[in-house]
């Protein structure tokens, strides 16, 4: 990999180019605005209305789900993954821990306080005040707090404990399930001995890329490794839940269990720790992940921002480059080796704006 000196880095966020590329598409096109506005802002591609942030339980099943996540210098690619799980999934509500030192993520909370769908999105500033630094892990704090208010004590009957660079994606014998709530219907909800659903991680390479380019995240890297990993992370029913007692699984009550979406009812065989399930079932469900992205972006996350309990892991601090010895295998960067665009056409299919990335006058030189 090559050996990128550290730069901080102010990458323009999508949805200011989505914005500016619209403009020049509609600039360079003999077609009315309203046309090319039906080409970007589909009606289908919204599938509810909201009113506030109310909560919504899907039409076709009479559950409610959310996301508990906690995020530090992610804005860059905020929106393009709140709008994958409330649009393309369909979770009823996201709840944001802000862990950045100054709220960062203020400013969007506040100017969507209003919008008849991204008001479905919570966001917290999550600072030392909240936890112990020599003590406690703040992801874990962040998520207990979560399911605690929202989940136990709230409204919701499902979480998913997700970071803002996992992506559920639906695989070949999950093609009948649309919604997040489809999947639960019918892997977990029906069984009254399943306490949360393990799904395993696929992870993703820089496709070398070297550098940040303001275009989403699903449409830059679509080369992932050959097979899931063992790893999980936990979607979790409430009325089951105990604990997490790591970042990715939880404990559930004594008479309950995690399953896996293999065939519905089916037990995952999960380690001691209940962070891998070493049955990886990966035909119908897994959770892509974009760890790495590209060389410099891997640098800023690692060099200068450090992971959520902010530990520079694999990361030389001395020269500002990645240091991948000491490294797990699965941790190590790399370039992936399979193309694999699933999660990019399920966003295209259920929300059209991103189909502007797709059109022959756009093209990406980075």
Known sequence: MPRIKLSVFMPMTVAVMNAALFFTYIM??????????????DSNSITRQTTGSSIQKSKKHDFSTAICSIV????????????????ALEFDNIYIYDHSKN???????????????????????????????????????AYNLCMQTYGKQGPHDYVFFLDNDEYLVFQESGQHLETVHDLIGEYLHPFDYGGALAINWMYF??????????VPVLKRFQYSDEKATFLVKTLAKTSKFVEANNPHSVLVDENSTTLEPS??????????????????PSKVALLYHYRFMSDKEQIFKQCHRGNVDEVHRGCD????????KG????????????????AWKFLTTKVAKYRIYDLDEYQDFF
Do not use: C
């Open 28 to 41: 360079t096109k003999e077609v009315s605005v309203t046309d090319d506005l039906s080409l970007l802002i």
């Open 72 to 87: 530090k210098d992610g804005e860059a690619y905020l929106q393009e993954w709140i709008d994958y799980n409330l649009f």
């Open 103 to 141: 709220f960062d993520l203020k400013r969007w909370y506040e100017n969507t306080r209003n919008h008849p769908e991204y008001s479905r999105v919570e966001i917290m500033h999550f600072n030392t005040s909240h936890y112990d630094e020599e003590k406690d892990y703040p992801q874990l704090v």
């Open 205 to 214: 390479g820089s496709a070398n890329r070297t550098v940040y380019s303001p």
């Open 263 to 280: 065939t519905p009812g089916a037990r995952a065989k999960l380690s001691k720790t209940g962070a891998s399930n070493h049955n990886v």
């Open 317 to 324: 601090t001395k020269t500002g480059t990645i240091n991948v």
């Open 327 to 342: 490294l797990s295998p699965q941790l190590r960067p790399r370039v992936g080796t399979r193309f694999n665009d699933k």
